[in-house]
DNA sequence: TAGATTGTTAATCGATTAACAATC
DNA sequence: TAGATTGTTAATCGATTAACAATC
């Protein structure tokens, strides 16, 4: 469906660009040069316009670009100019640290963003019903009617590693294309699929190489 | 000090190679294959053998490499052959769900590769001295002296965004060379310093381009 | 126009993959 | 010895950087 033609460390790096022109928002000039975001966000000016050419052109030579339309324009490339509904799976400690997480500061900017962390999901019947920062636990047998009902487009996937293969499954069947995973497992992963892994464990363990 | 040779991305695929070696530990056969390993890691045979390249000699033409040897030897690599203290420093919600994460399965796993979460740190009067999932809270103005004091060699930052360099610098003057960074922000990283980033909003936000 | 900065191409760099001689 | 698998070199691939013509 989607060319192959952006590499992924381009898209990785665009929501970093979005942060940047955010925090800055016409703070004084409405005009950024790809020297002053590389300045604010640590990546070189070429590759910043390099990055940015794969999508179009958004600048103006001699001037550079205005901070209000290339906000727009990466909102549009990352699909945040609609709202993006966000499912999480598994609320065991870690599930919940994250709703927690996700109730402060970063919730208002992942909302402004049209990020919103639509529901929770968990096997446990004493968790169902309850509300963890306003999400609601529902069912996780139901999982998959839900995702299509609440429009879920990404999944969170804070589940025990022993489960994750087979909740990721039943996701992708139910038309899930991308996910963030806190599982410390290695996973299948179909073509097409897109998961981003977050884990801490190994993270740690390569990091004393370094301390 | 460490000579720039070894490739970031090879330390990185090493705790992947000891997480399925620890899993396996002479189940059956006590010898692996570099194509068994890449089968249950999903790195190529190739690529495994390259990586440990790096370090010496550790297999066995015709043969394979001894799980007990190599566990021990890529132990060795990444300083995990002796305990090392991690300190965590804000305990918002973020530093607090990142505490009791650690309290359960995963902490067992650290523990036992010698990371210890020895001690955690903030500013506020009322936290201090309290314990979570048994690790104590102390004052964050005493990060230097107990930095030396307790041996720690890893922190992680789990501040708000406004005070993350300056905590930053603080570790980094007392001698931490390793960061796992929760904080939405672009940290001055001196040479030497390696920072790991774990930054959810931006990884939700690239993820919300593949759904 | 003169100065500045983009968009883009070509050169460089680094990491992955393929392939195979060495050898257990 | 014959078969298997390592360790390593050379080829490929992809991403970053340098450089500059286009142009506002």
Redesign the pocket.
Known sequence: MRKRKV????IN?LPLYLRVLAEIDAEQSPI??????GERTG?????I?????FF??????????EISTLRVELCRILHLDRVVNVGLVGVGKLGEAFLRYGAGRQREVLNREGLIIKAAFDQDQQKIGRRIAGVEILPVEQLPELITQLRLSIIILTVPAGVAQSVFDTCVASGIKAFLNFAPVKLQIPAGIRVHHADFTLQLESLAYYS
């Not at 590499?7 to 381009?10: A, G, L, N, Q, S």
């Not at 950024?32 to 975001?37: A, D, G, N, W, Y």
């Not at 990546?43 to 590759?47: D, E, L, M, S, V």
């Not at 179009?56 to 670009?65: E, L, P």
């Open positions: 590499p992924d460390v381009v790096r950024i040069s790809s020297f002053e975001l990546i070189t000016p070429g590759q316009r390099k990055d940015l050419s179009g052109v958004f600048g103006k030579q001699g001037v550079g670009y």
